[in-house]
């Protein structure tokens, strides 16, 4: 006893009190701003391992991206910057694709609007089932991690629970890989009728990397559409969380 | 010369490597293994026109020696007698190896699917008519966990076969990760342009919870190909971020083990603390599992004074801290010591045996470290300590954590030392040499992550071979829980916390 108390002292207090406003410190990589100076030497494009960054105009696709930096290291005319900023969900594929006209401050705004219907079913208790179907094992780790103590999103009544039949929704992570499409599609099917889907990591959103290999199956995402899109490679929790937070209207 | 011997920085010419029978191949494998004590590192097949060439490589743990020949099938041979029945490490490989290429070892006592790949050659059916054994009789049941797990993990399928709560069988069937990542990162070298043919990138996503590990082993084959020395600083920082990951996740690692038990409380404190060493990755180069640092010649990001200081800063506080909770949530609590202790035995024949690697084999006495055998990078300079201990149950897989923990957190402090201000990579230009095979290795926290690339007459590359520590010891798992209590299976999982993606590919 007298042991758990001391453990209990050493621990000391660990959780992030704000989890809206805390920050990412550099040199964290995400979101992208892009300077209207592109020279067309297209070495972004060539150098991406995941075909996000496409030139002329420069756009780069943050459900593509794996956030390596590699574009904004080579770019002769400094025209890529990853800033710290990390709420980068969007609640549809086309907003995730950044131009050059997009601000942070608009896209933060508008990126995900919060649906009525979720807020009403799911906005005091959202259990989530995840579903890894080929996925690094990093985003899983960062999905556990926003249940640590440290960001501890079960205060907003967000958890993670151990069957997809008591779940209101699945969060996909991994490129979807065919050998999983079908406990894939089982576990969504498990999950209550007004379920959502969170699509976690550039894997999931897109393929990523992966995109193009033949061991893949999406089919999966041809037929239901992710209300939530979580880019990052991996998904910082913060990210996750604050996605999440606004999908439900939260402030 | 049956054996090319040769050293593991360096580069071999493909018409170098011996040619032999199988008949010779057998015997020399069989006593080398047996009796000369050598680990066999890989086993895979290369397609070259209509035939396969098979390639072997051993190492001799005593004198950081590598020995690698080949056998030739033509297209009419499919079959060859097994190895596993003398050489049980062999098992996996060899099925591997049937799978990639179609041909069957005869008389291997399980040849089962490895991944269920679409462009396998043998693949038949689907993942969810995988051939599992079955037991019958009395008081027997079985109980079939998976792919989709109840905490936020990989996907893998087990399947106990139990007596009461006894454990008389465990059955892991894995390939549910199966992305094709080693034709991916073949495919993306050779159809991108000559101005970036290296993707640590796709590495690192080999398994995310060793990313620097197998970014750090991609890089060093890229750079033996093309002969290129990195900076000393940039090998400072792969050591430094290599032994901060091997840390983060032995200390997360003793979380889900208490957890595992119910003690939440010690399970909270050690994953706050985890989060402390990644979160010092993320000041090094912007990522919380070291991704995005390691590039062909050398690293991204350099460290200066200042963050220097911090990550000082930080390991003395976890270091410090984990020193004073060790013994109050493990070594002094009676009630943890009694499901960790005698839970999960490998013993050291057993180990050696199924030639299992890393943590898991060297809790059960079997001394093998790449770091202090085949020494390289850093490690050449200042060695890192190689741990041992004996018992193999649970308790030793988890105390060995804490201790290369503890050397992890000096080895950092030794190397902060030396870090000088300074370039940090060397621009790597150029194409791949035609005909050769490059090979490196270092050991991650799991244990050996091993790369090896071959590149065809044109300089493209046509194999590359990834294998995960995982690989070696899944089967290791499946012993460990043998005559256990089916309660006792989360705790024997943690405690070899394996990859199922770095497994499947």
Same mark, same amino acid.
Request: net charge neutral; proline share 5%; hydrophobic share 40%.
């Given at each position: 006893m007298i042991n758990l108390v001391r453990t209990r002292i050493i621990q000391g207090r660990q959780y992030i009190k704000d989890l809206r406003k805390a920050e990412i410190k550099p040199p964290?990589?995400?979101?992208?701003?892009?300077?209207?100076?592109?020279g067309g030497c297209a070495l972004c494009e060539d150098s991406c391992p995941s075909g996000a960054v496409k030139i002329s105009p420069v756009k780069i696709d943050l459900g593509r991206c794996t956030f390596c930096g590699e574009c904004q290291r080579l770019c002769p005319d400094h025209g890529i910057d990853f800033s710290v900023l990390h709420k980068i969900s969007a609640d549809t594929r086309e907003k995730l694709v950044i131009s050059m006209e997009t601000g942070y401050q608009e896209y933060n705004k508008t990126a995900v609007e919060a649906r009525k219907e979720i807020r009403k079913l799911f906005g005091r208790s959202l259990k989530l089932r995840s579903v890894s179907a080929g996925g690094c094992s990093a985003c899983e780790m960062e999905l556990n991690a926003c249940s640590n103590v440290n960001f501890d999103m079960g205060r907003f009544g967000i958890e993670i629970v151990a069957s997809p039949k008591h779940a209101d929704g699945i969060i996909i992570t991994g490129p979807l890989t065919e050998n999983m499409a079908k406990a894939l599609y089982d576990s969504y099917l498990c999950t209550t009728p007004h379920r959502i889907i969170i699509a976690m990591g550039s894997c999931a959103i897109s393929g990523g990397i992966f995109d193009g290999s033949s061991e893949l199956n999406r089919e999966f995402l041809n037929e239901f559409k992710p209300d939530l899109y979580i880019p990052g490679c991996p998904v910082h929790p913060l990210t996750f969380i604050n996605g999440v937070l606004d999908l439900l209207g939260k402030k | 010369m049956n054996w090319k011997r040769f050293n593991c920085s360096a580069l071999i010419k493909t018409h170098d490597i011996p040619v032999v029978t199988m008949e010779d191949l057998r015997i020399e494998l069989t006593?080398?293994?047996? *009796?000369?004590?050598? =680990?066999?590192?890989?086993f895979f097949g290369v397609k070259?026109?209509?035939?396969?060439?098979?390639?072997? *490589?051993?190492?001799?743990?005593?004198?950081?020696?590598?020995?690698?020949?080949?056998?030739?099938?033509?297209?009419?041979?499919?079959?060859? =007698?097994?190895?596993?029945?003398?050489?049980?490490?062999?098992?996996?490989?060899? =099925?591997?190896?049937?799978?990639?290429?179609?041909?069957?070892?005869?008389?291997?006592?399980?040849?089962?699917?490895?991944?269920?790949?679409?462009?396998? *050659?043998?693949?038949?059916g689907l993942i969810e008519q995988y051939p599992f054994y079955s037991m019958d009789g009395d008081e027997i049941h079985e109980v079939a966990v998976g792919p989709v797990h109840a905490g936020v993990i990989e996907p893998g399928h087990f399947r106990f076969m139990c007596h009461g709560e006894n454990v008389y069988h465990l059955e892991i069937q894995l390939g549910y990760q199966h992305r094709g990542i080693e034709r991916v990162l073949i495919d993306k070298t050779n159809s991108f342009s000559e101005k970036s043919i290296f993707f640590p990138q796709i590495a690192e996503k080999i398994a995310g919870d060793s990313a620097v590990a197998h970014a750090s082993v991609y890089a060093s084959v890229m750079e033996i190909l093309?002969?290129?020395?990195?900076?000393?600083?940039?090998? *400072?920082?792969?050591?430094?971020?290599?032994?901060?990951? =091997?840390?983060?996740?032995?200390?997360?690692?003793?979380?889900?083990?208490?957890?595992?038990?119910?003690?939440?409380?010690?399970?909270?404190?050690?994953?706050?603390?985890?989060?402390?060493i990644i979160n010092t990755s993320l000041l090094i180069c912007g990522s919380r599992f070291g991704m995005g640092l390691i590039r062909a010649g050398g690293v991204n990001f350099g460290i200066t004074p200042d963050l220097s200081a911090q990550i000082l800063g930080n390991i003395n506080t976890v270091q410090k801290k984990i020193e004073k909770l060790i013994p109050l949530t493990m070594l002094e609590q009676p009630s943890v010591l009694t499901r960790l202790e005698g839970t999960g035995i490998v013993d050291k024949d057993t180990a050696r045996l199924i030639g299992m690697v890393g943590p898991a084999a060297r809790a059960s006495g079997v001394p093998i470290d790449i770091r202090t055998d085949y020494p390289s990078g850093m490690y050449r300079h200042y060695p890192a300590r190689k741990i041992v201990l004996e018992k193999g149950d649970v308790f030793a897989r988890s105390y060995i954590r804490y201790i290369e923990m503890m050397h992890s957190f000096n080895y950092i402090r030794e190397q902060l030392d030396i870090i000088q201000n300074g370039e940090v990579f060397t621009r790597v230009t150029g194409k791949l040499p035609a005909d050769a095979l490059a090979l490196s290795m270092t050991e991650g926290w799991r244990g050996e992550v091993i790369h090896v690339a071959v590149t065809d007459d044109n300089g493209k590359l046509i194999r590359y071979k990834i294998k995960d520590p995982s690989f070696n010891n899944w089967y290791g798992l499946a012993l460990a829980v043998r005559d256990n209590g089916i309660s006792d299976f989360p705790l024997c999982n943690k405690s070899f916390n394996l990859s199922y993606c770095g497994h499947d590919l």
């Open positions: 964290f990589r995400g979101f992208p701003f892009i300077k209207n100076n592109c | 006593a080398k293994v047996r *009796i000369e004590d050598k =680990r066999v590192l890989a070259r026109g209509d035939s396969n060439i098979l390639y072997i *490589i051993l190492g001799d743990d005593t004198i950081s020696r590598l020995f690698i020949t080949s056998v030739e099938f033509d297209k009419d041979t499919r079959s060859y =007698r097994s190895f596993t029945p003398d050489v049980p490490s062999l098992q996996l490989f060899e =099925r591997e190896f049937f799978e990639e290429t179609g041909i069957e070892p005869e008389g291997h006592p399980w040849l089962k699917p490895v991944r269920y790949g679409k462009e396998q *050659i043998t693949r038949t093309t002969k290129t020395e990195i900076p000393h600083n940039a090998m *400072i920082i792969r050591a430094i971020c290599l032994e901060l990951e =091997r840390a983060a996740v032995h200390i997360g690692d003793l979380a889900a083990i208490l957890n595992d038990i119910g003690f939440l409380m010690g399970s909270s404190t050690f994953g706050a603390l985890r989060t402390l």
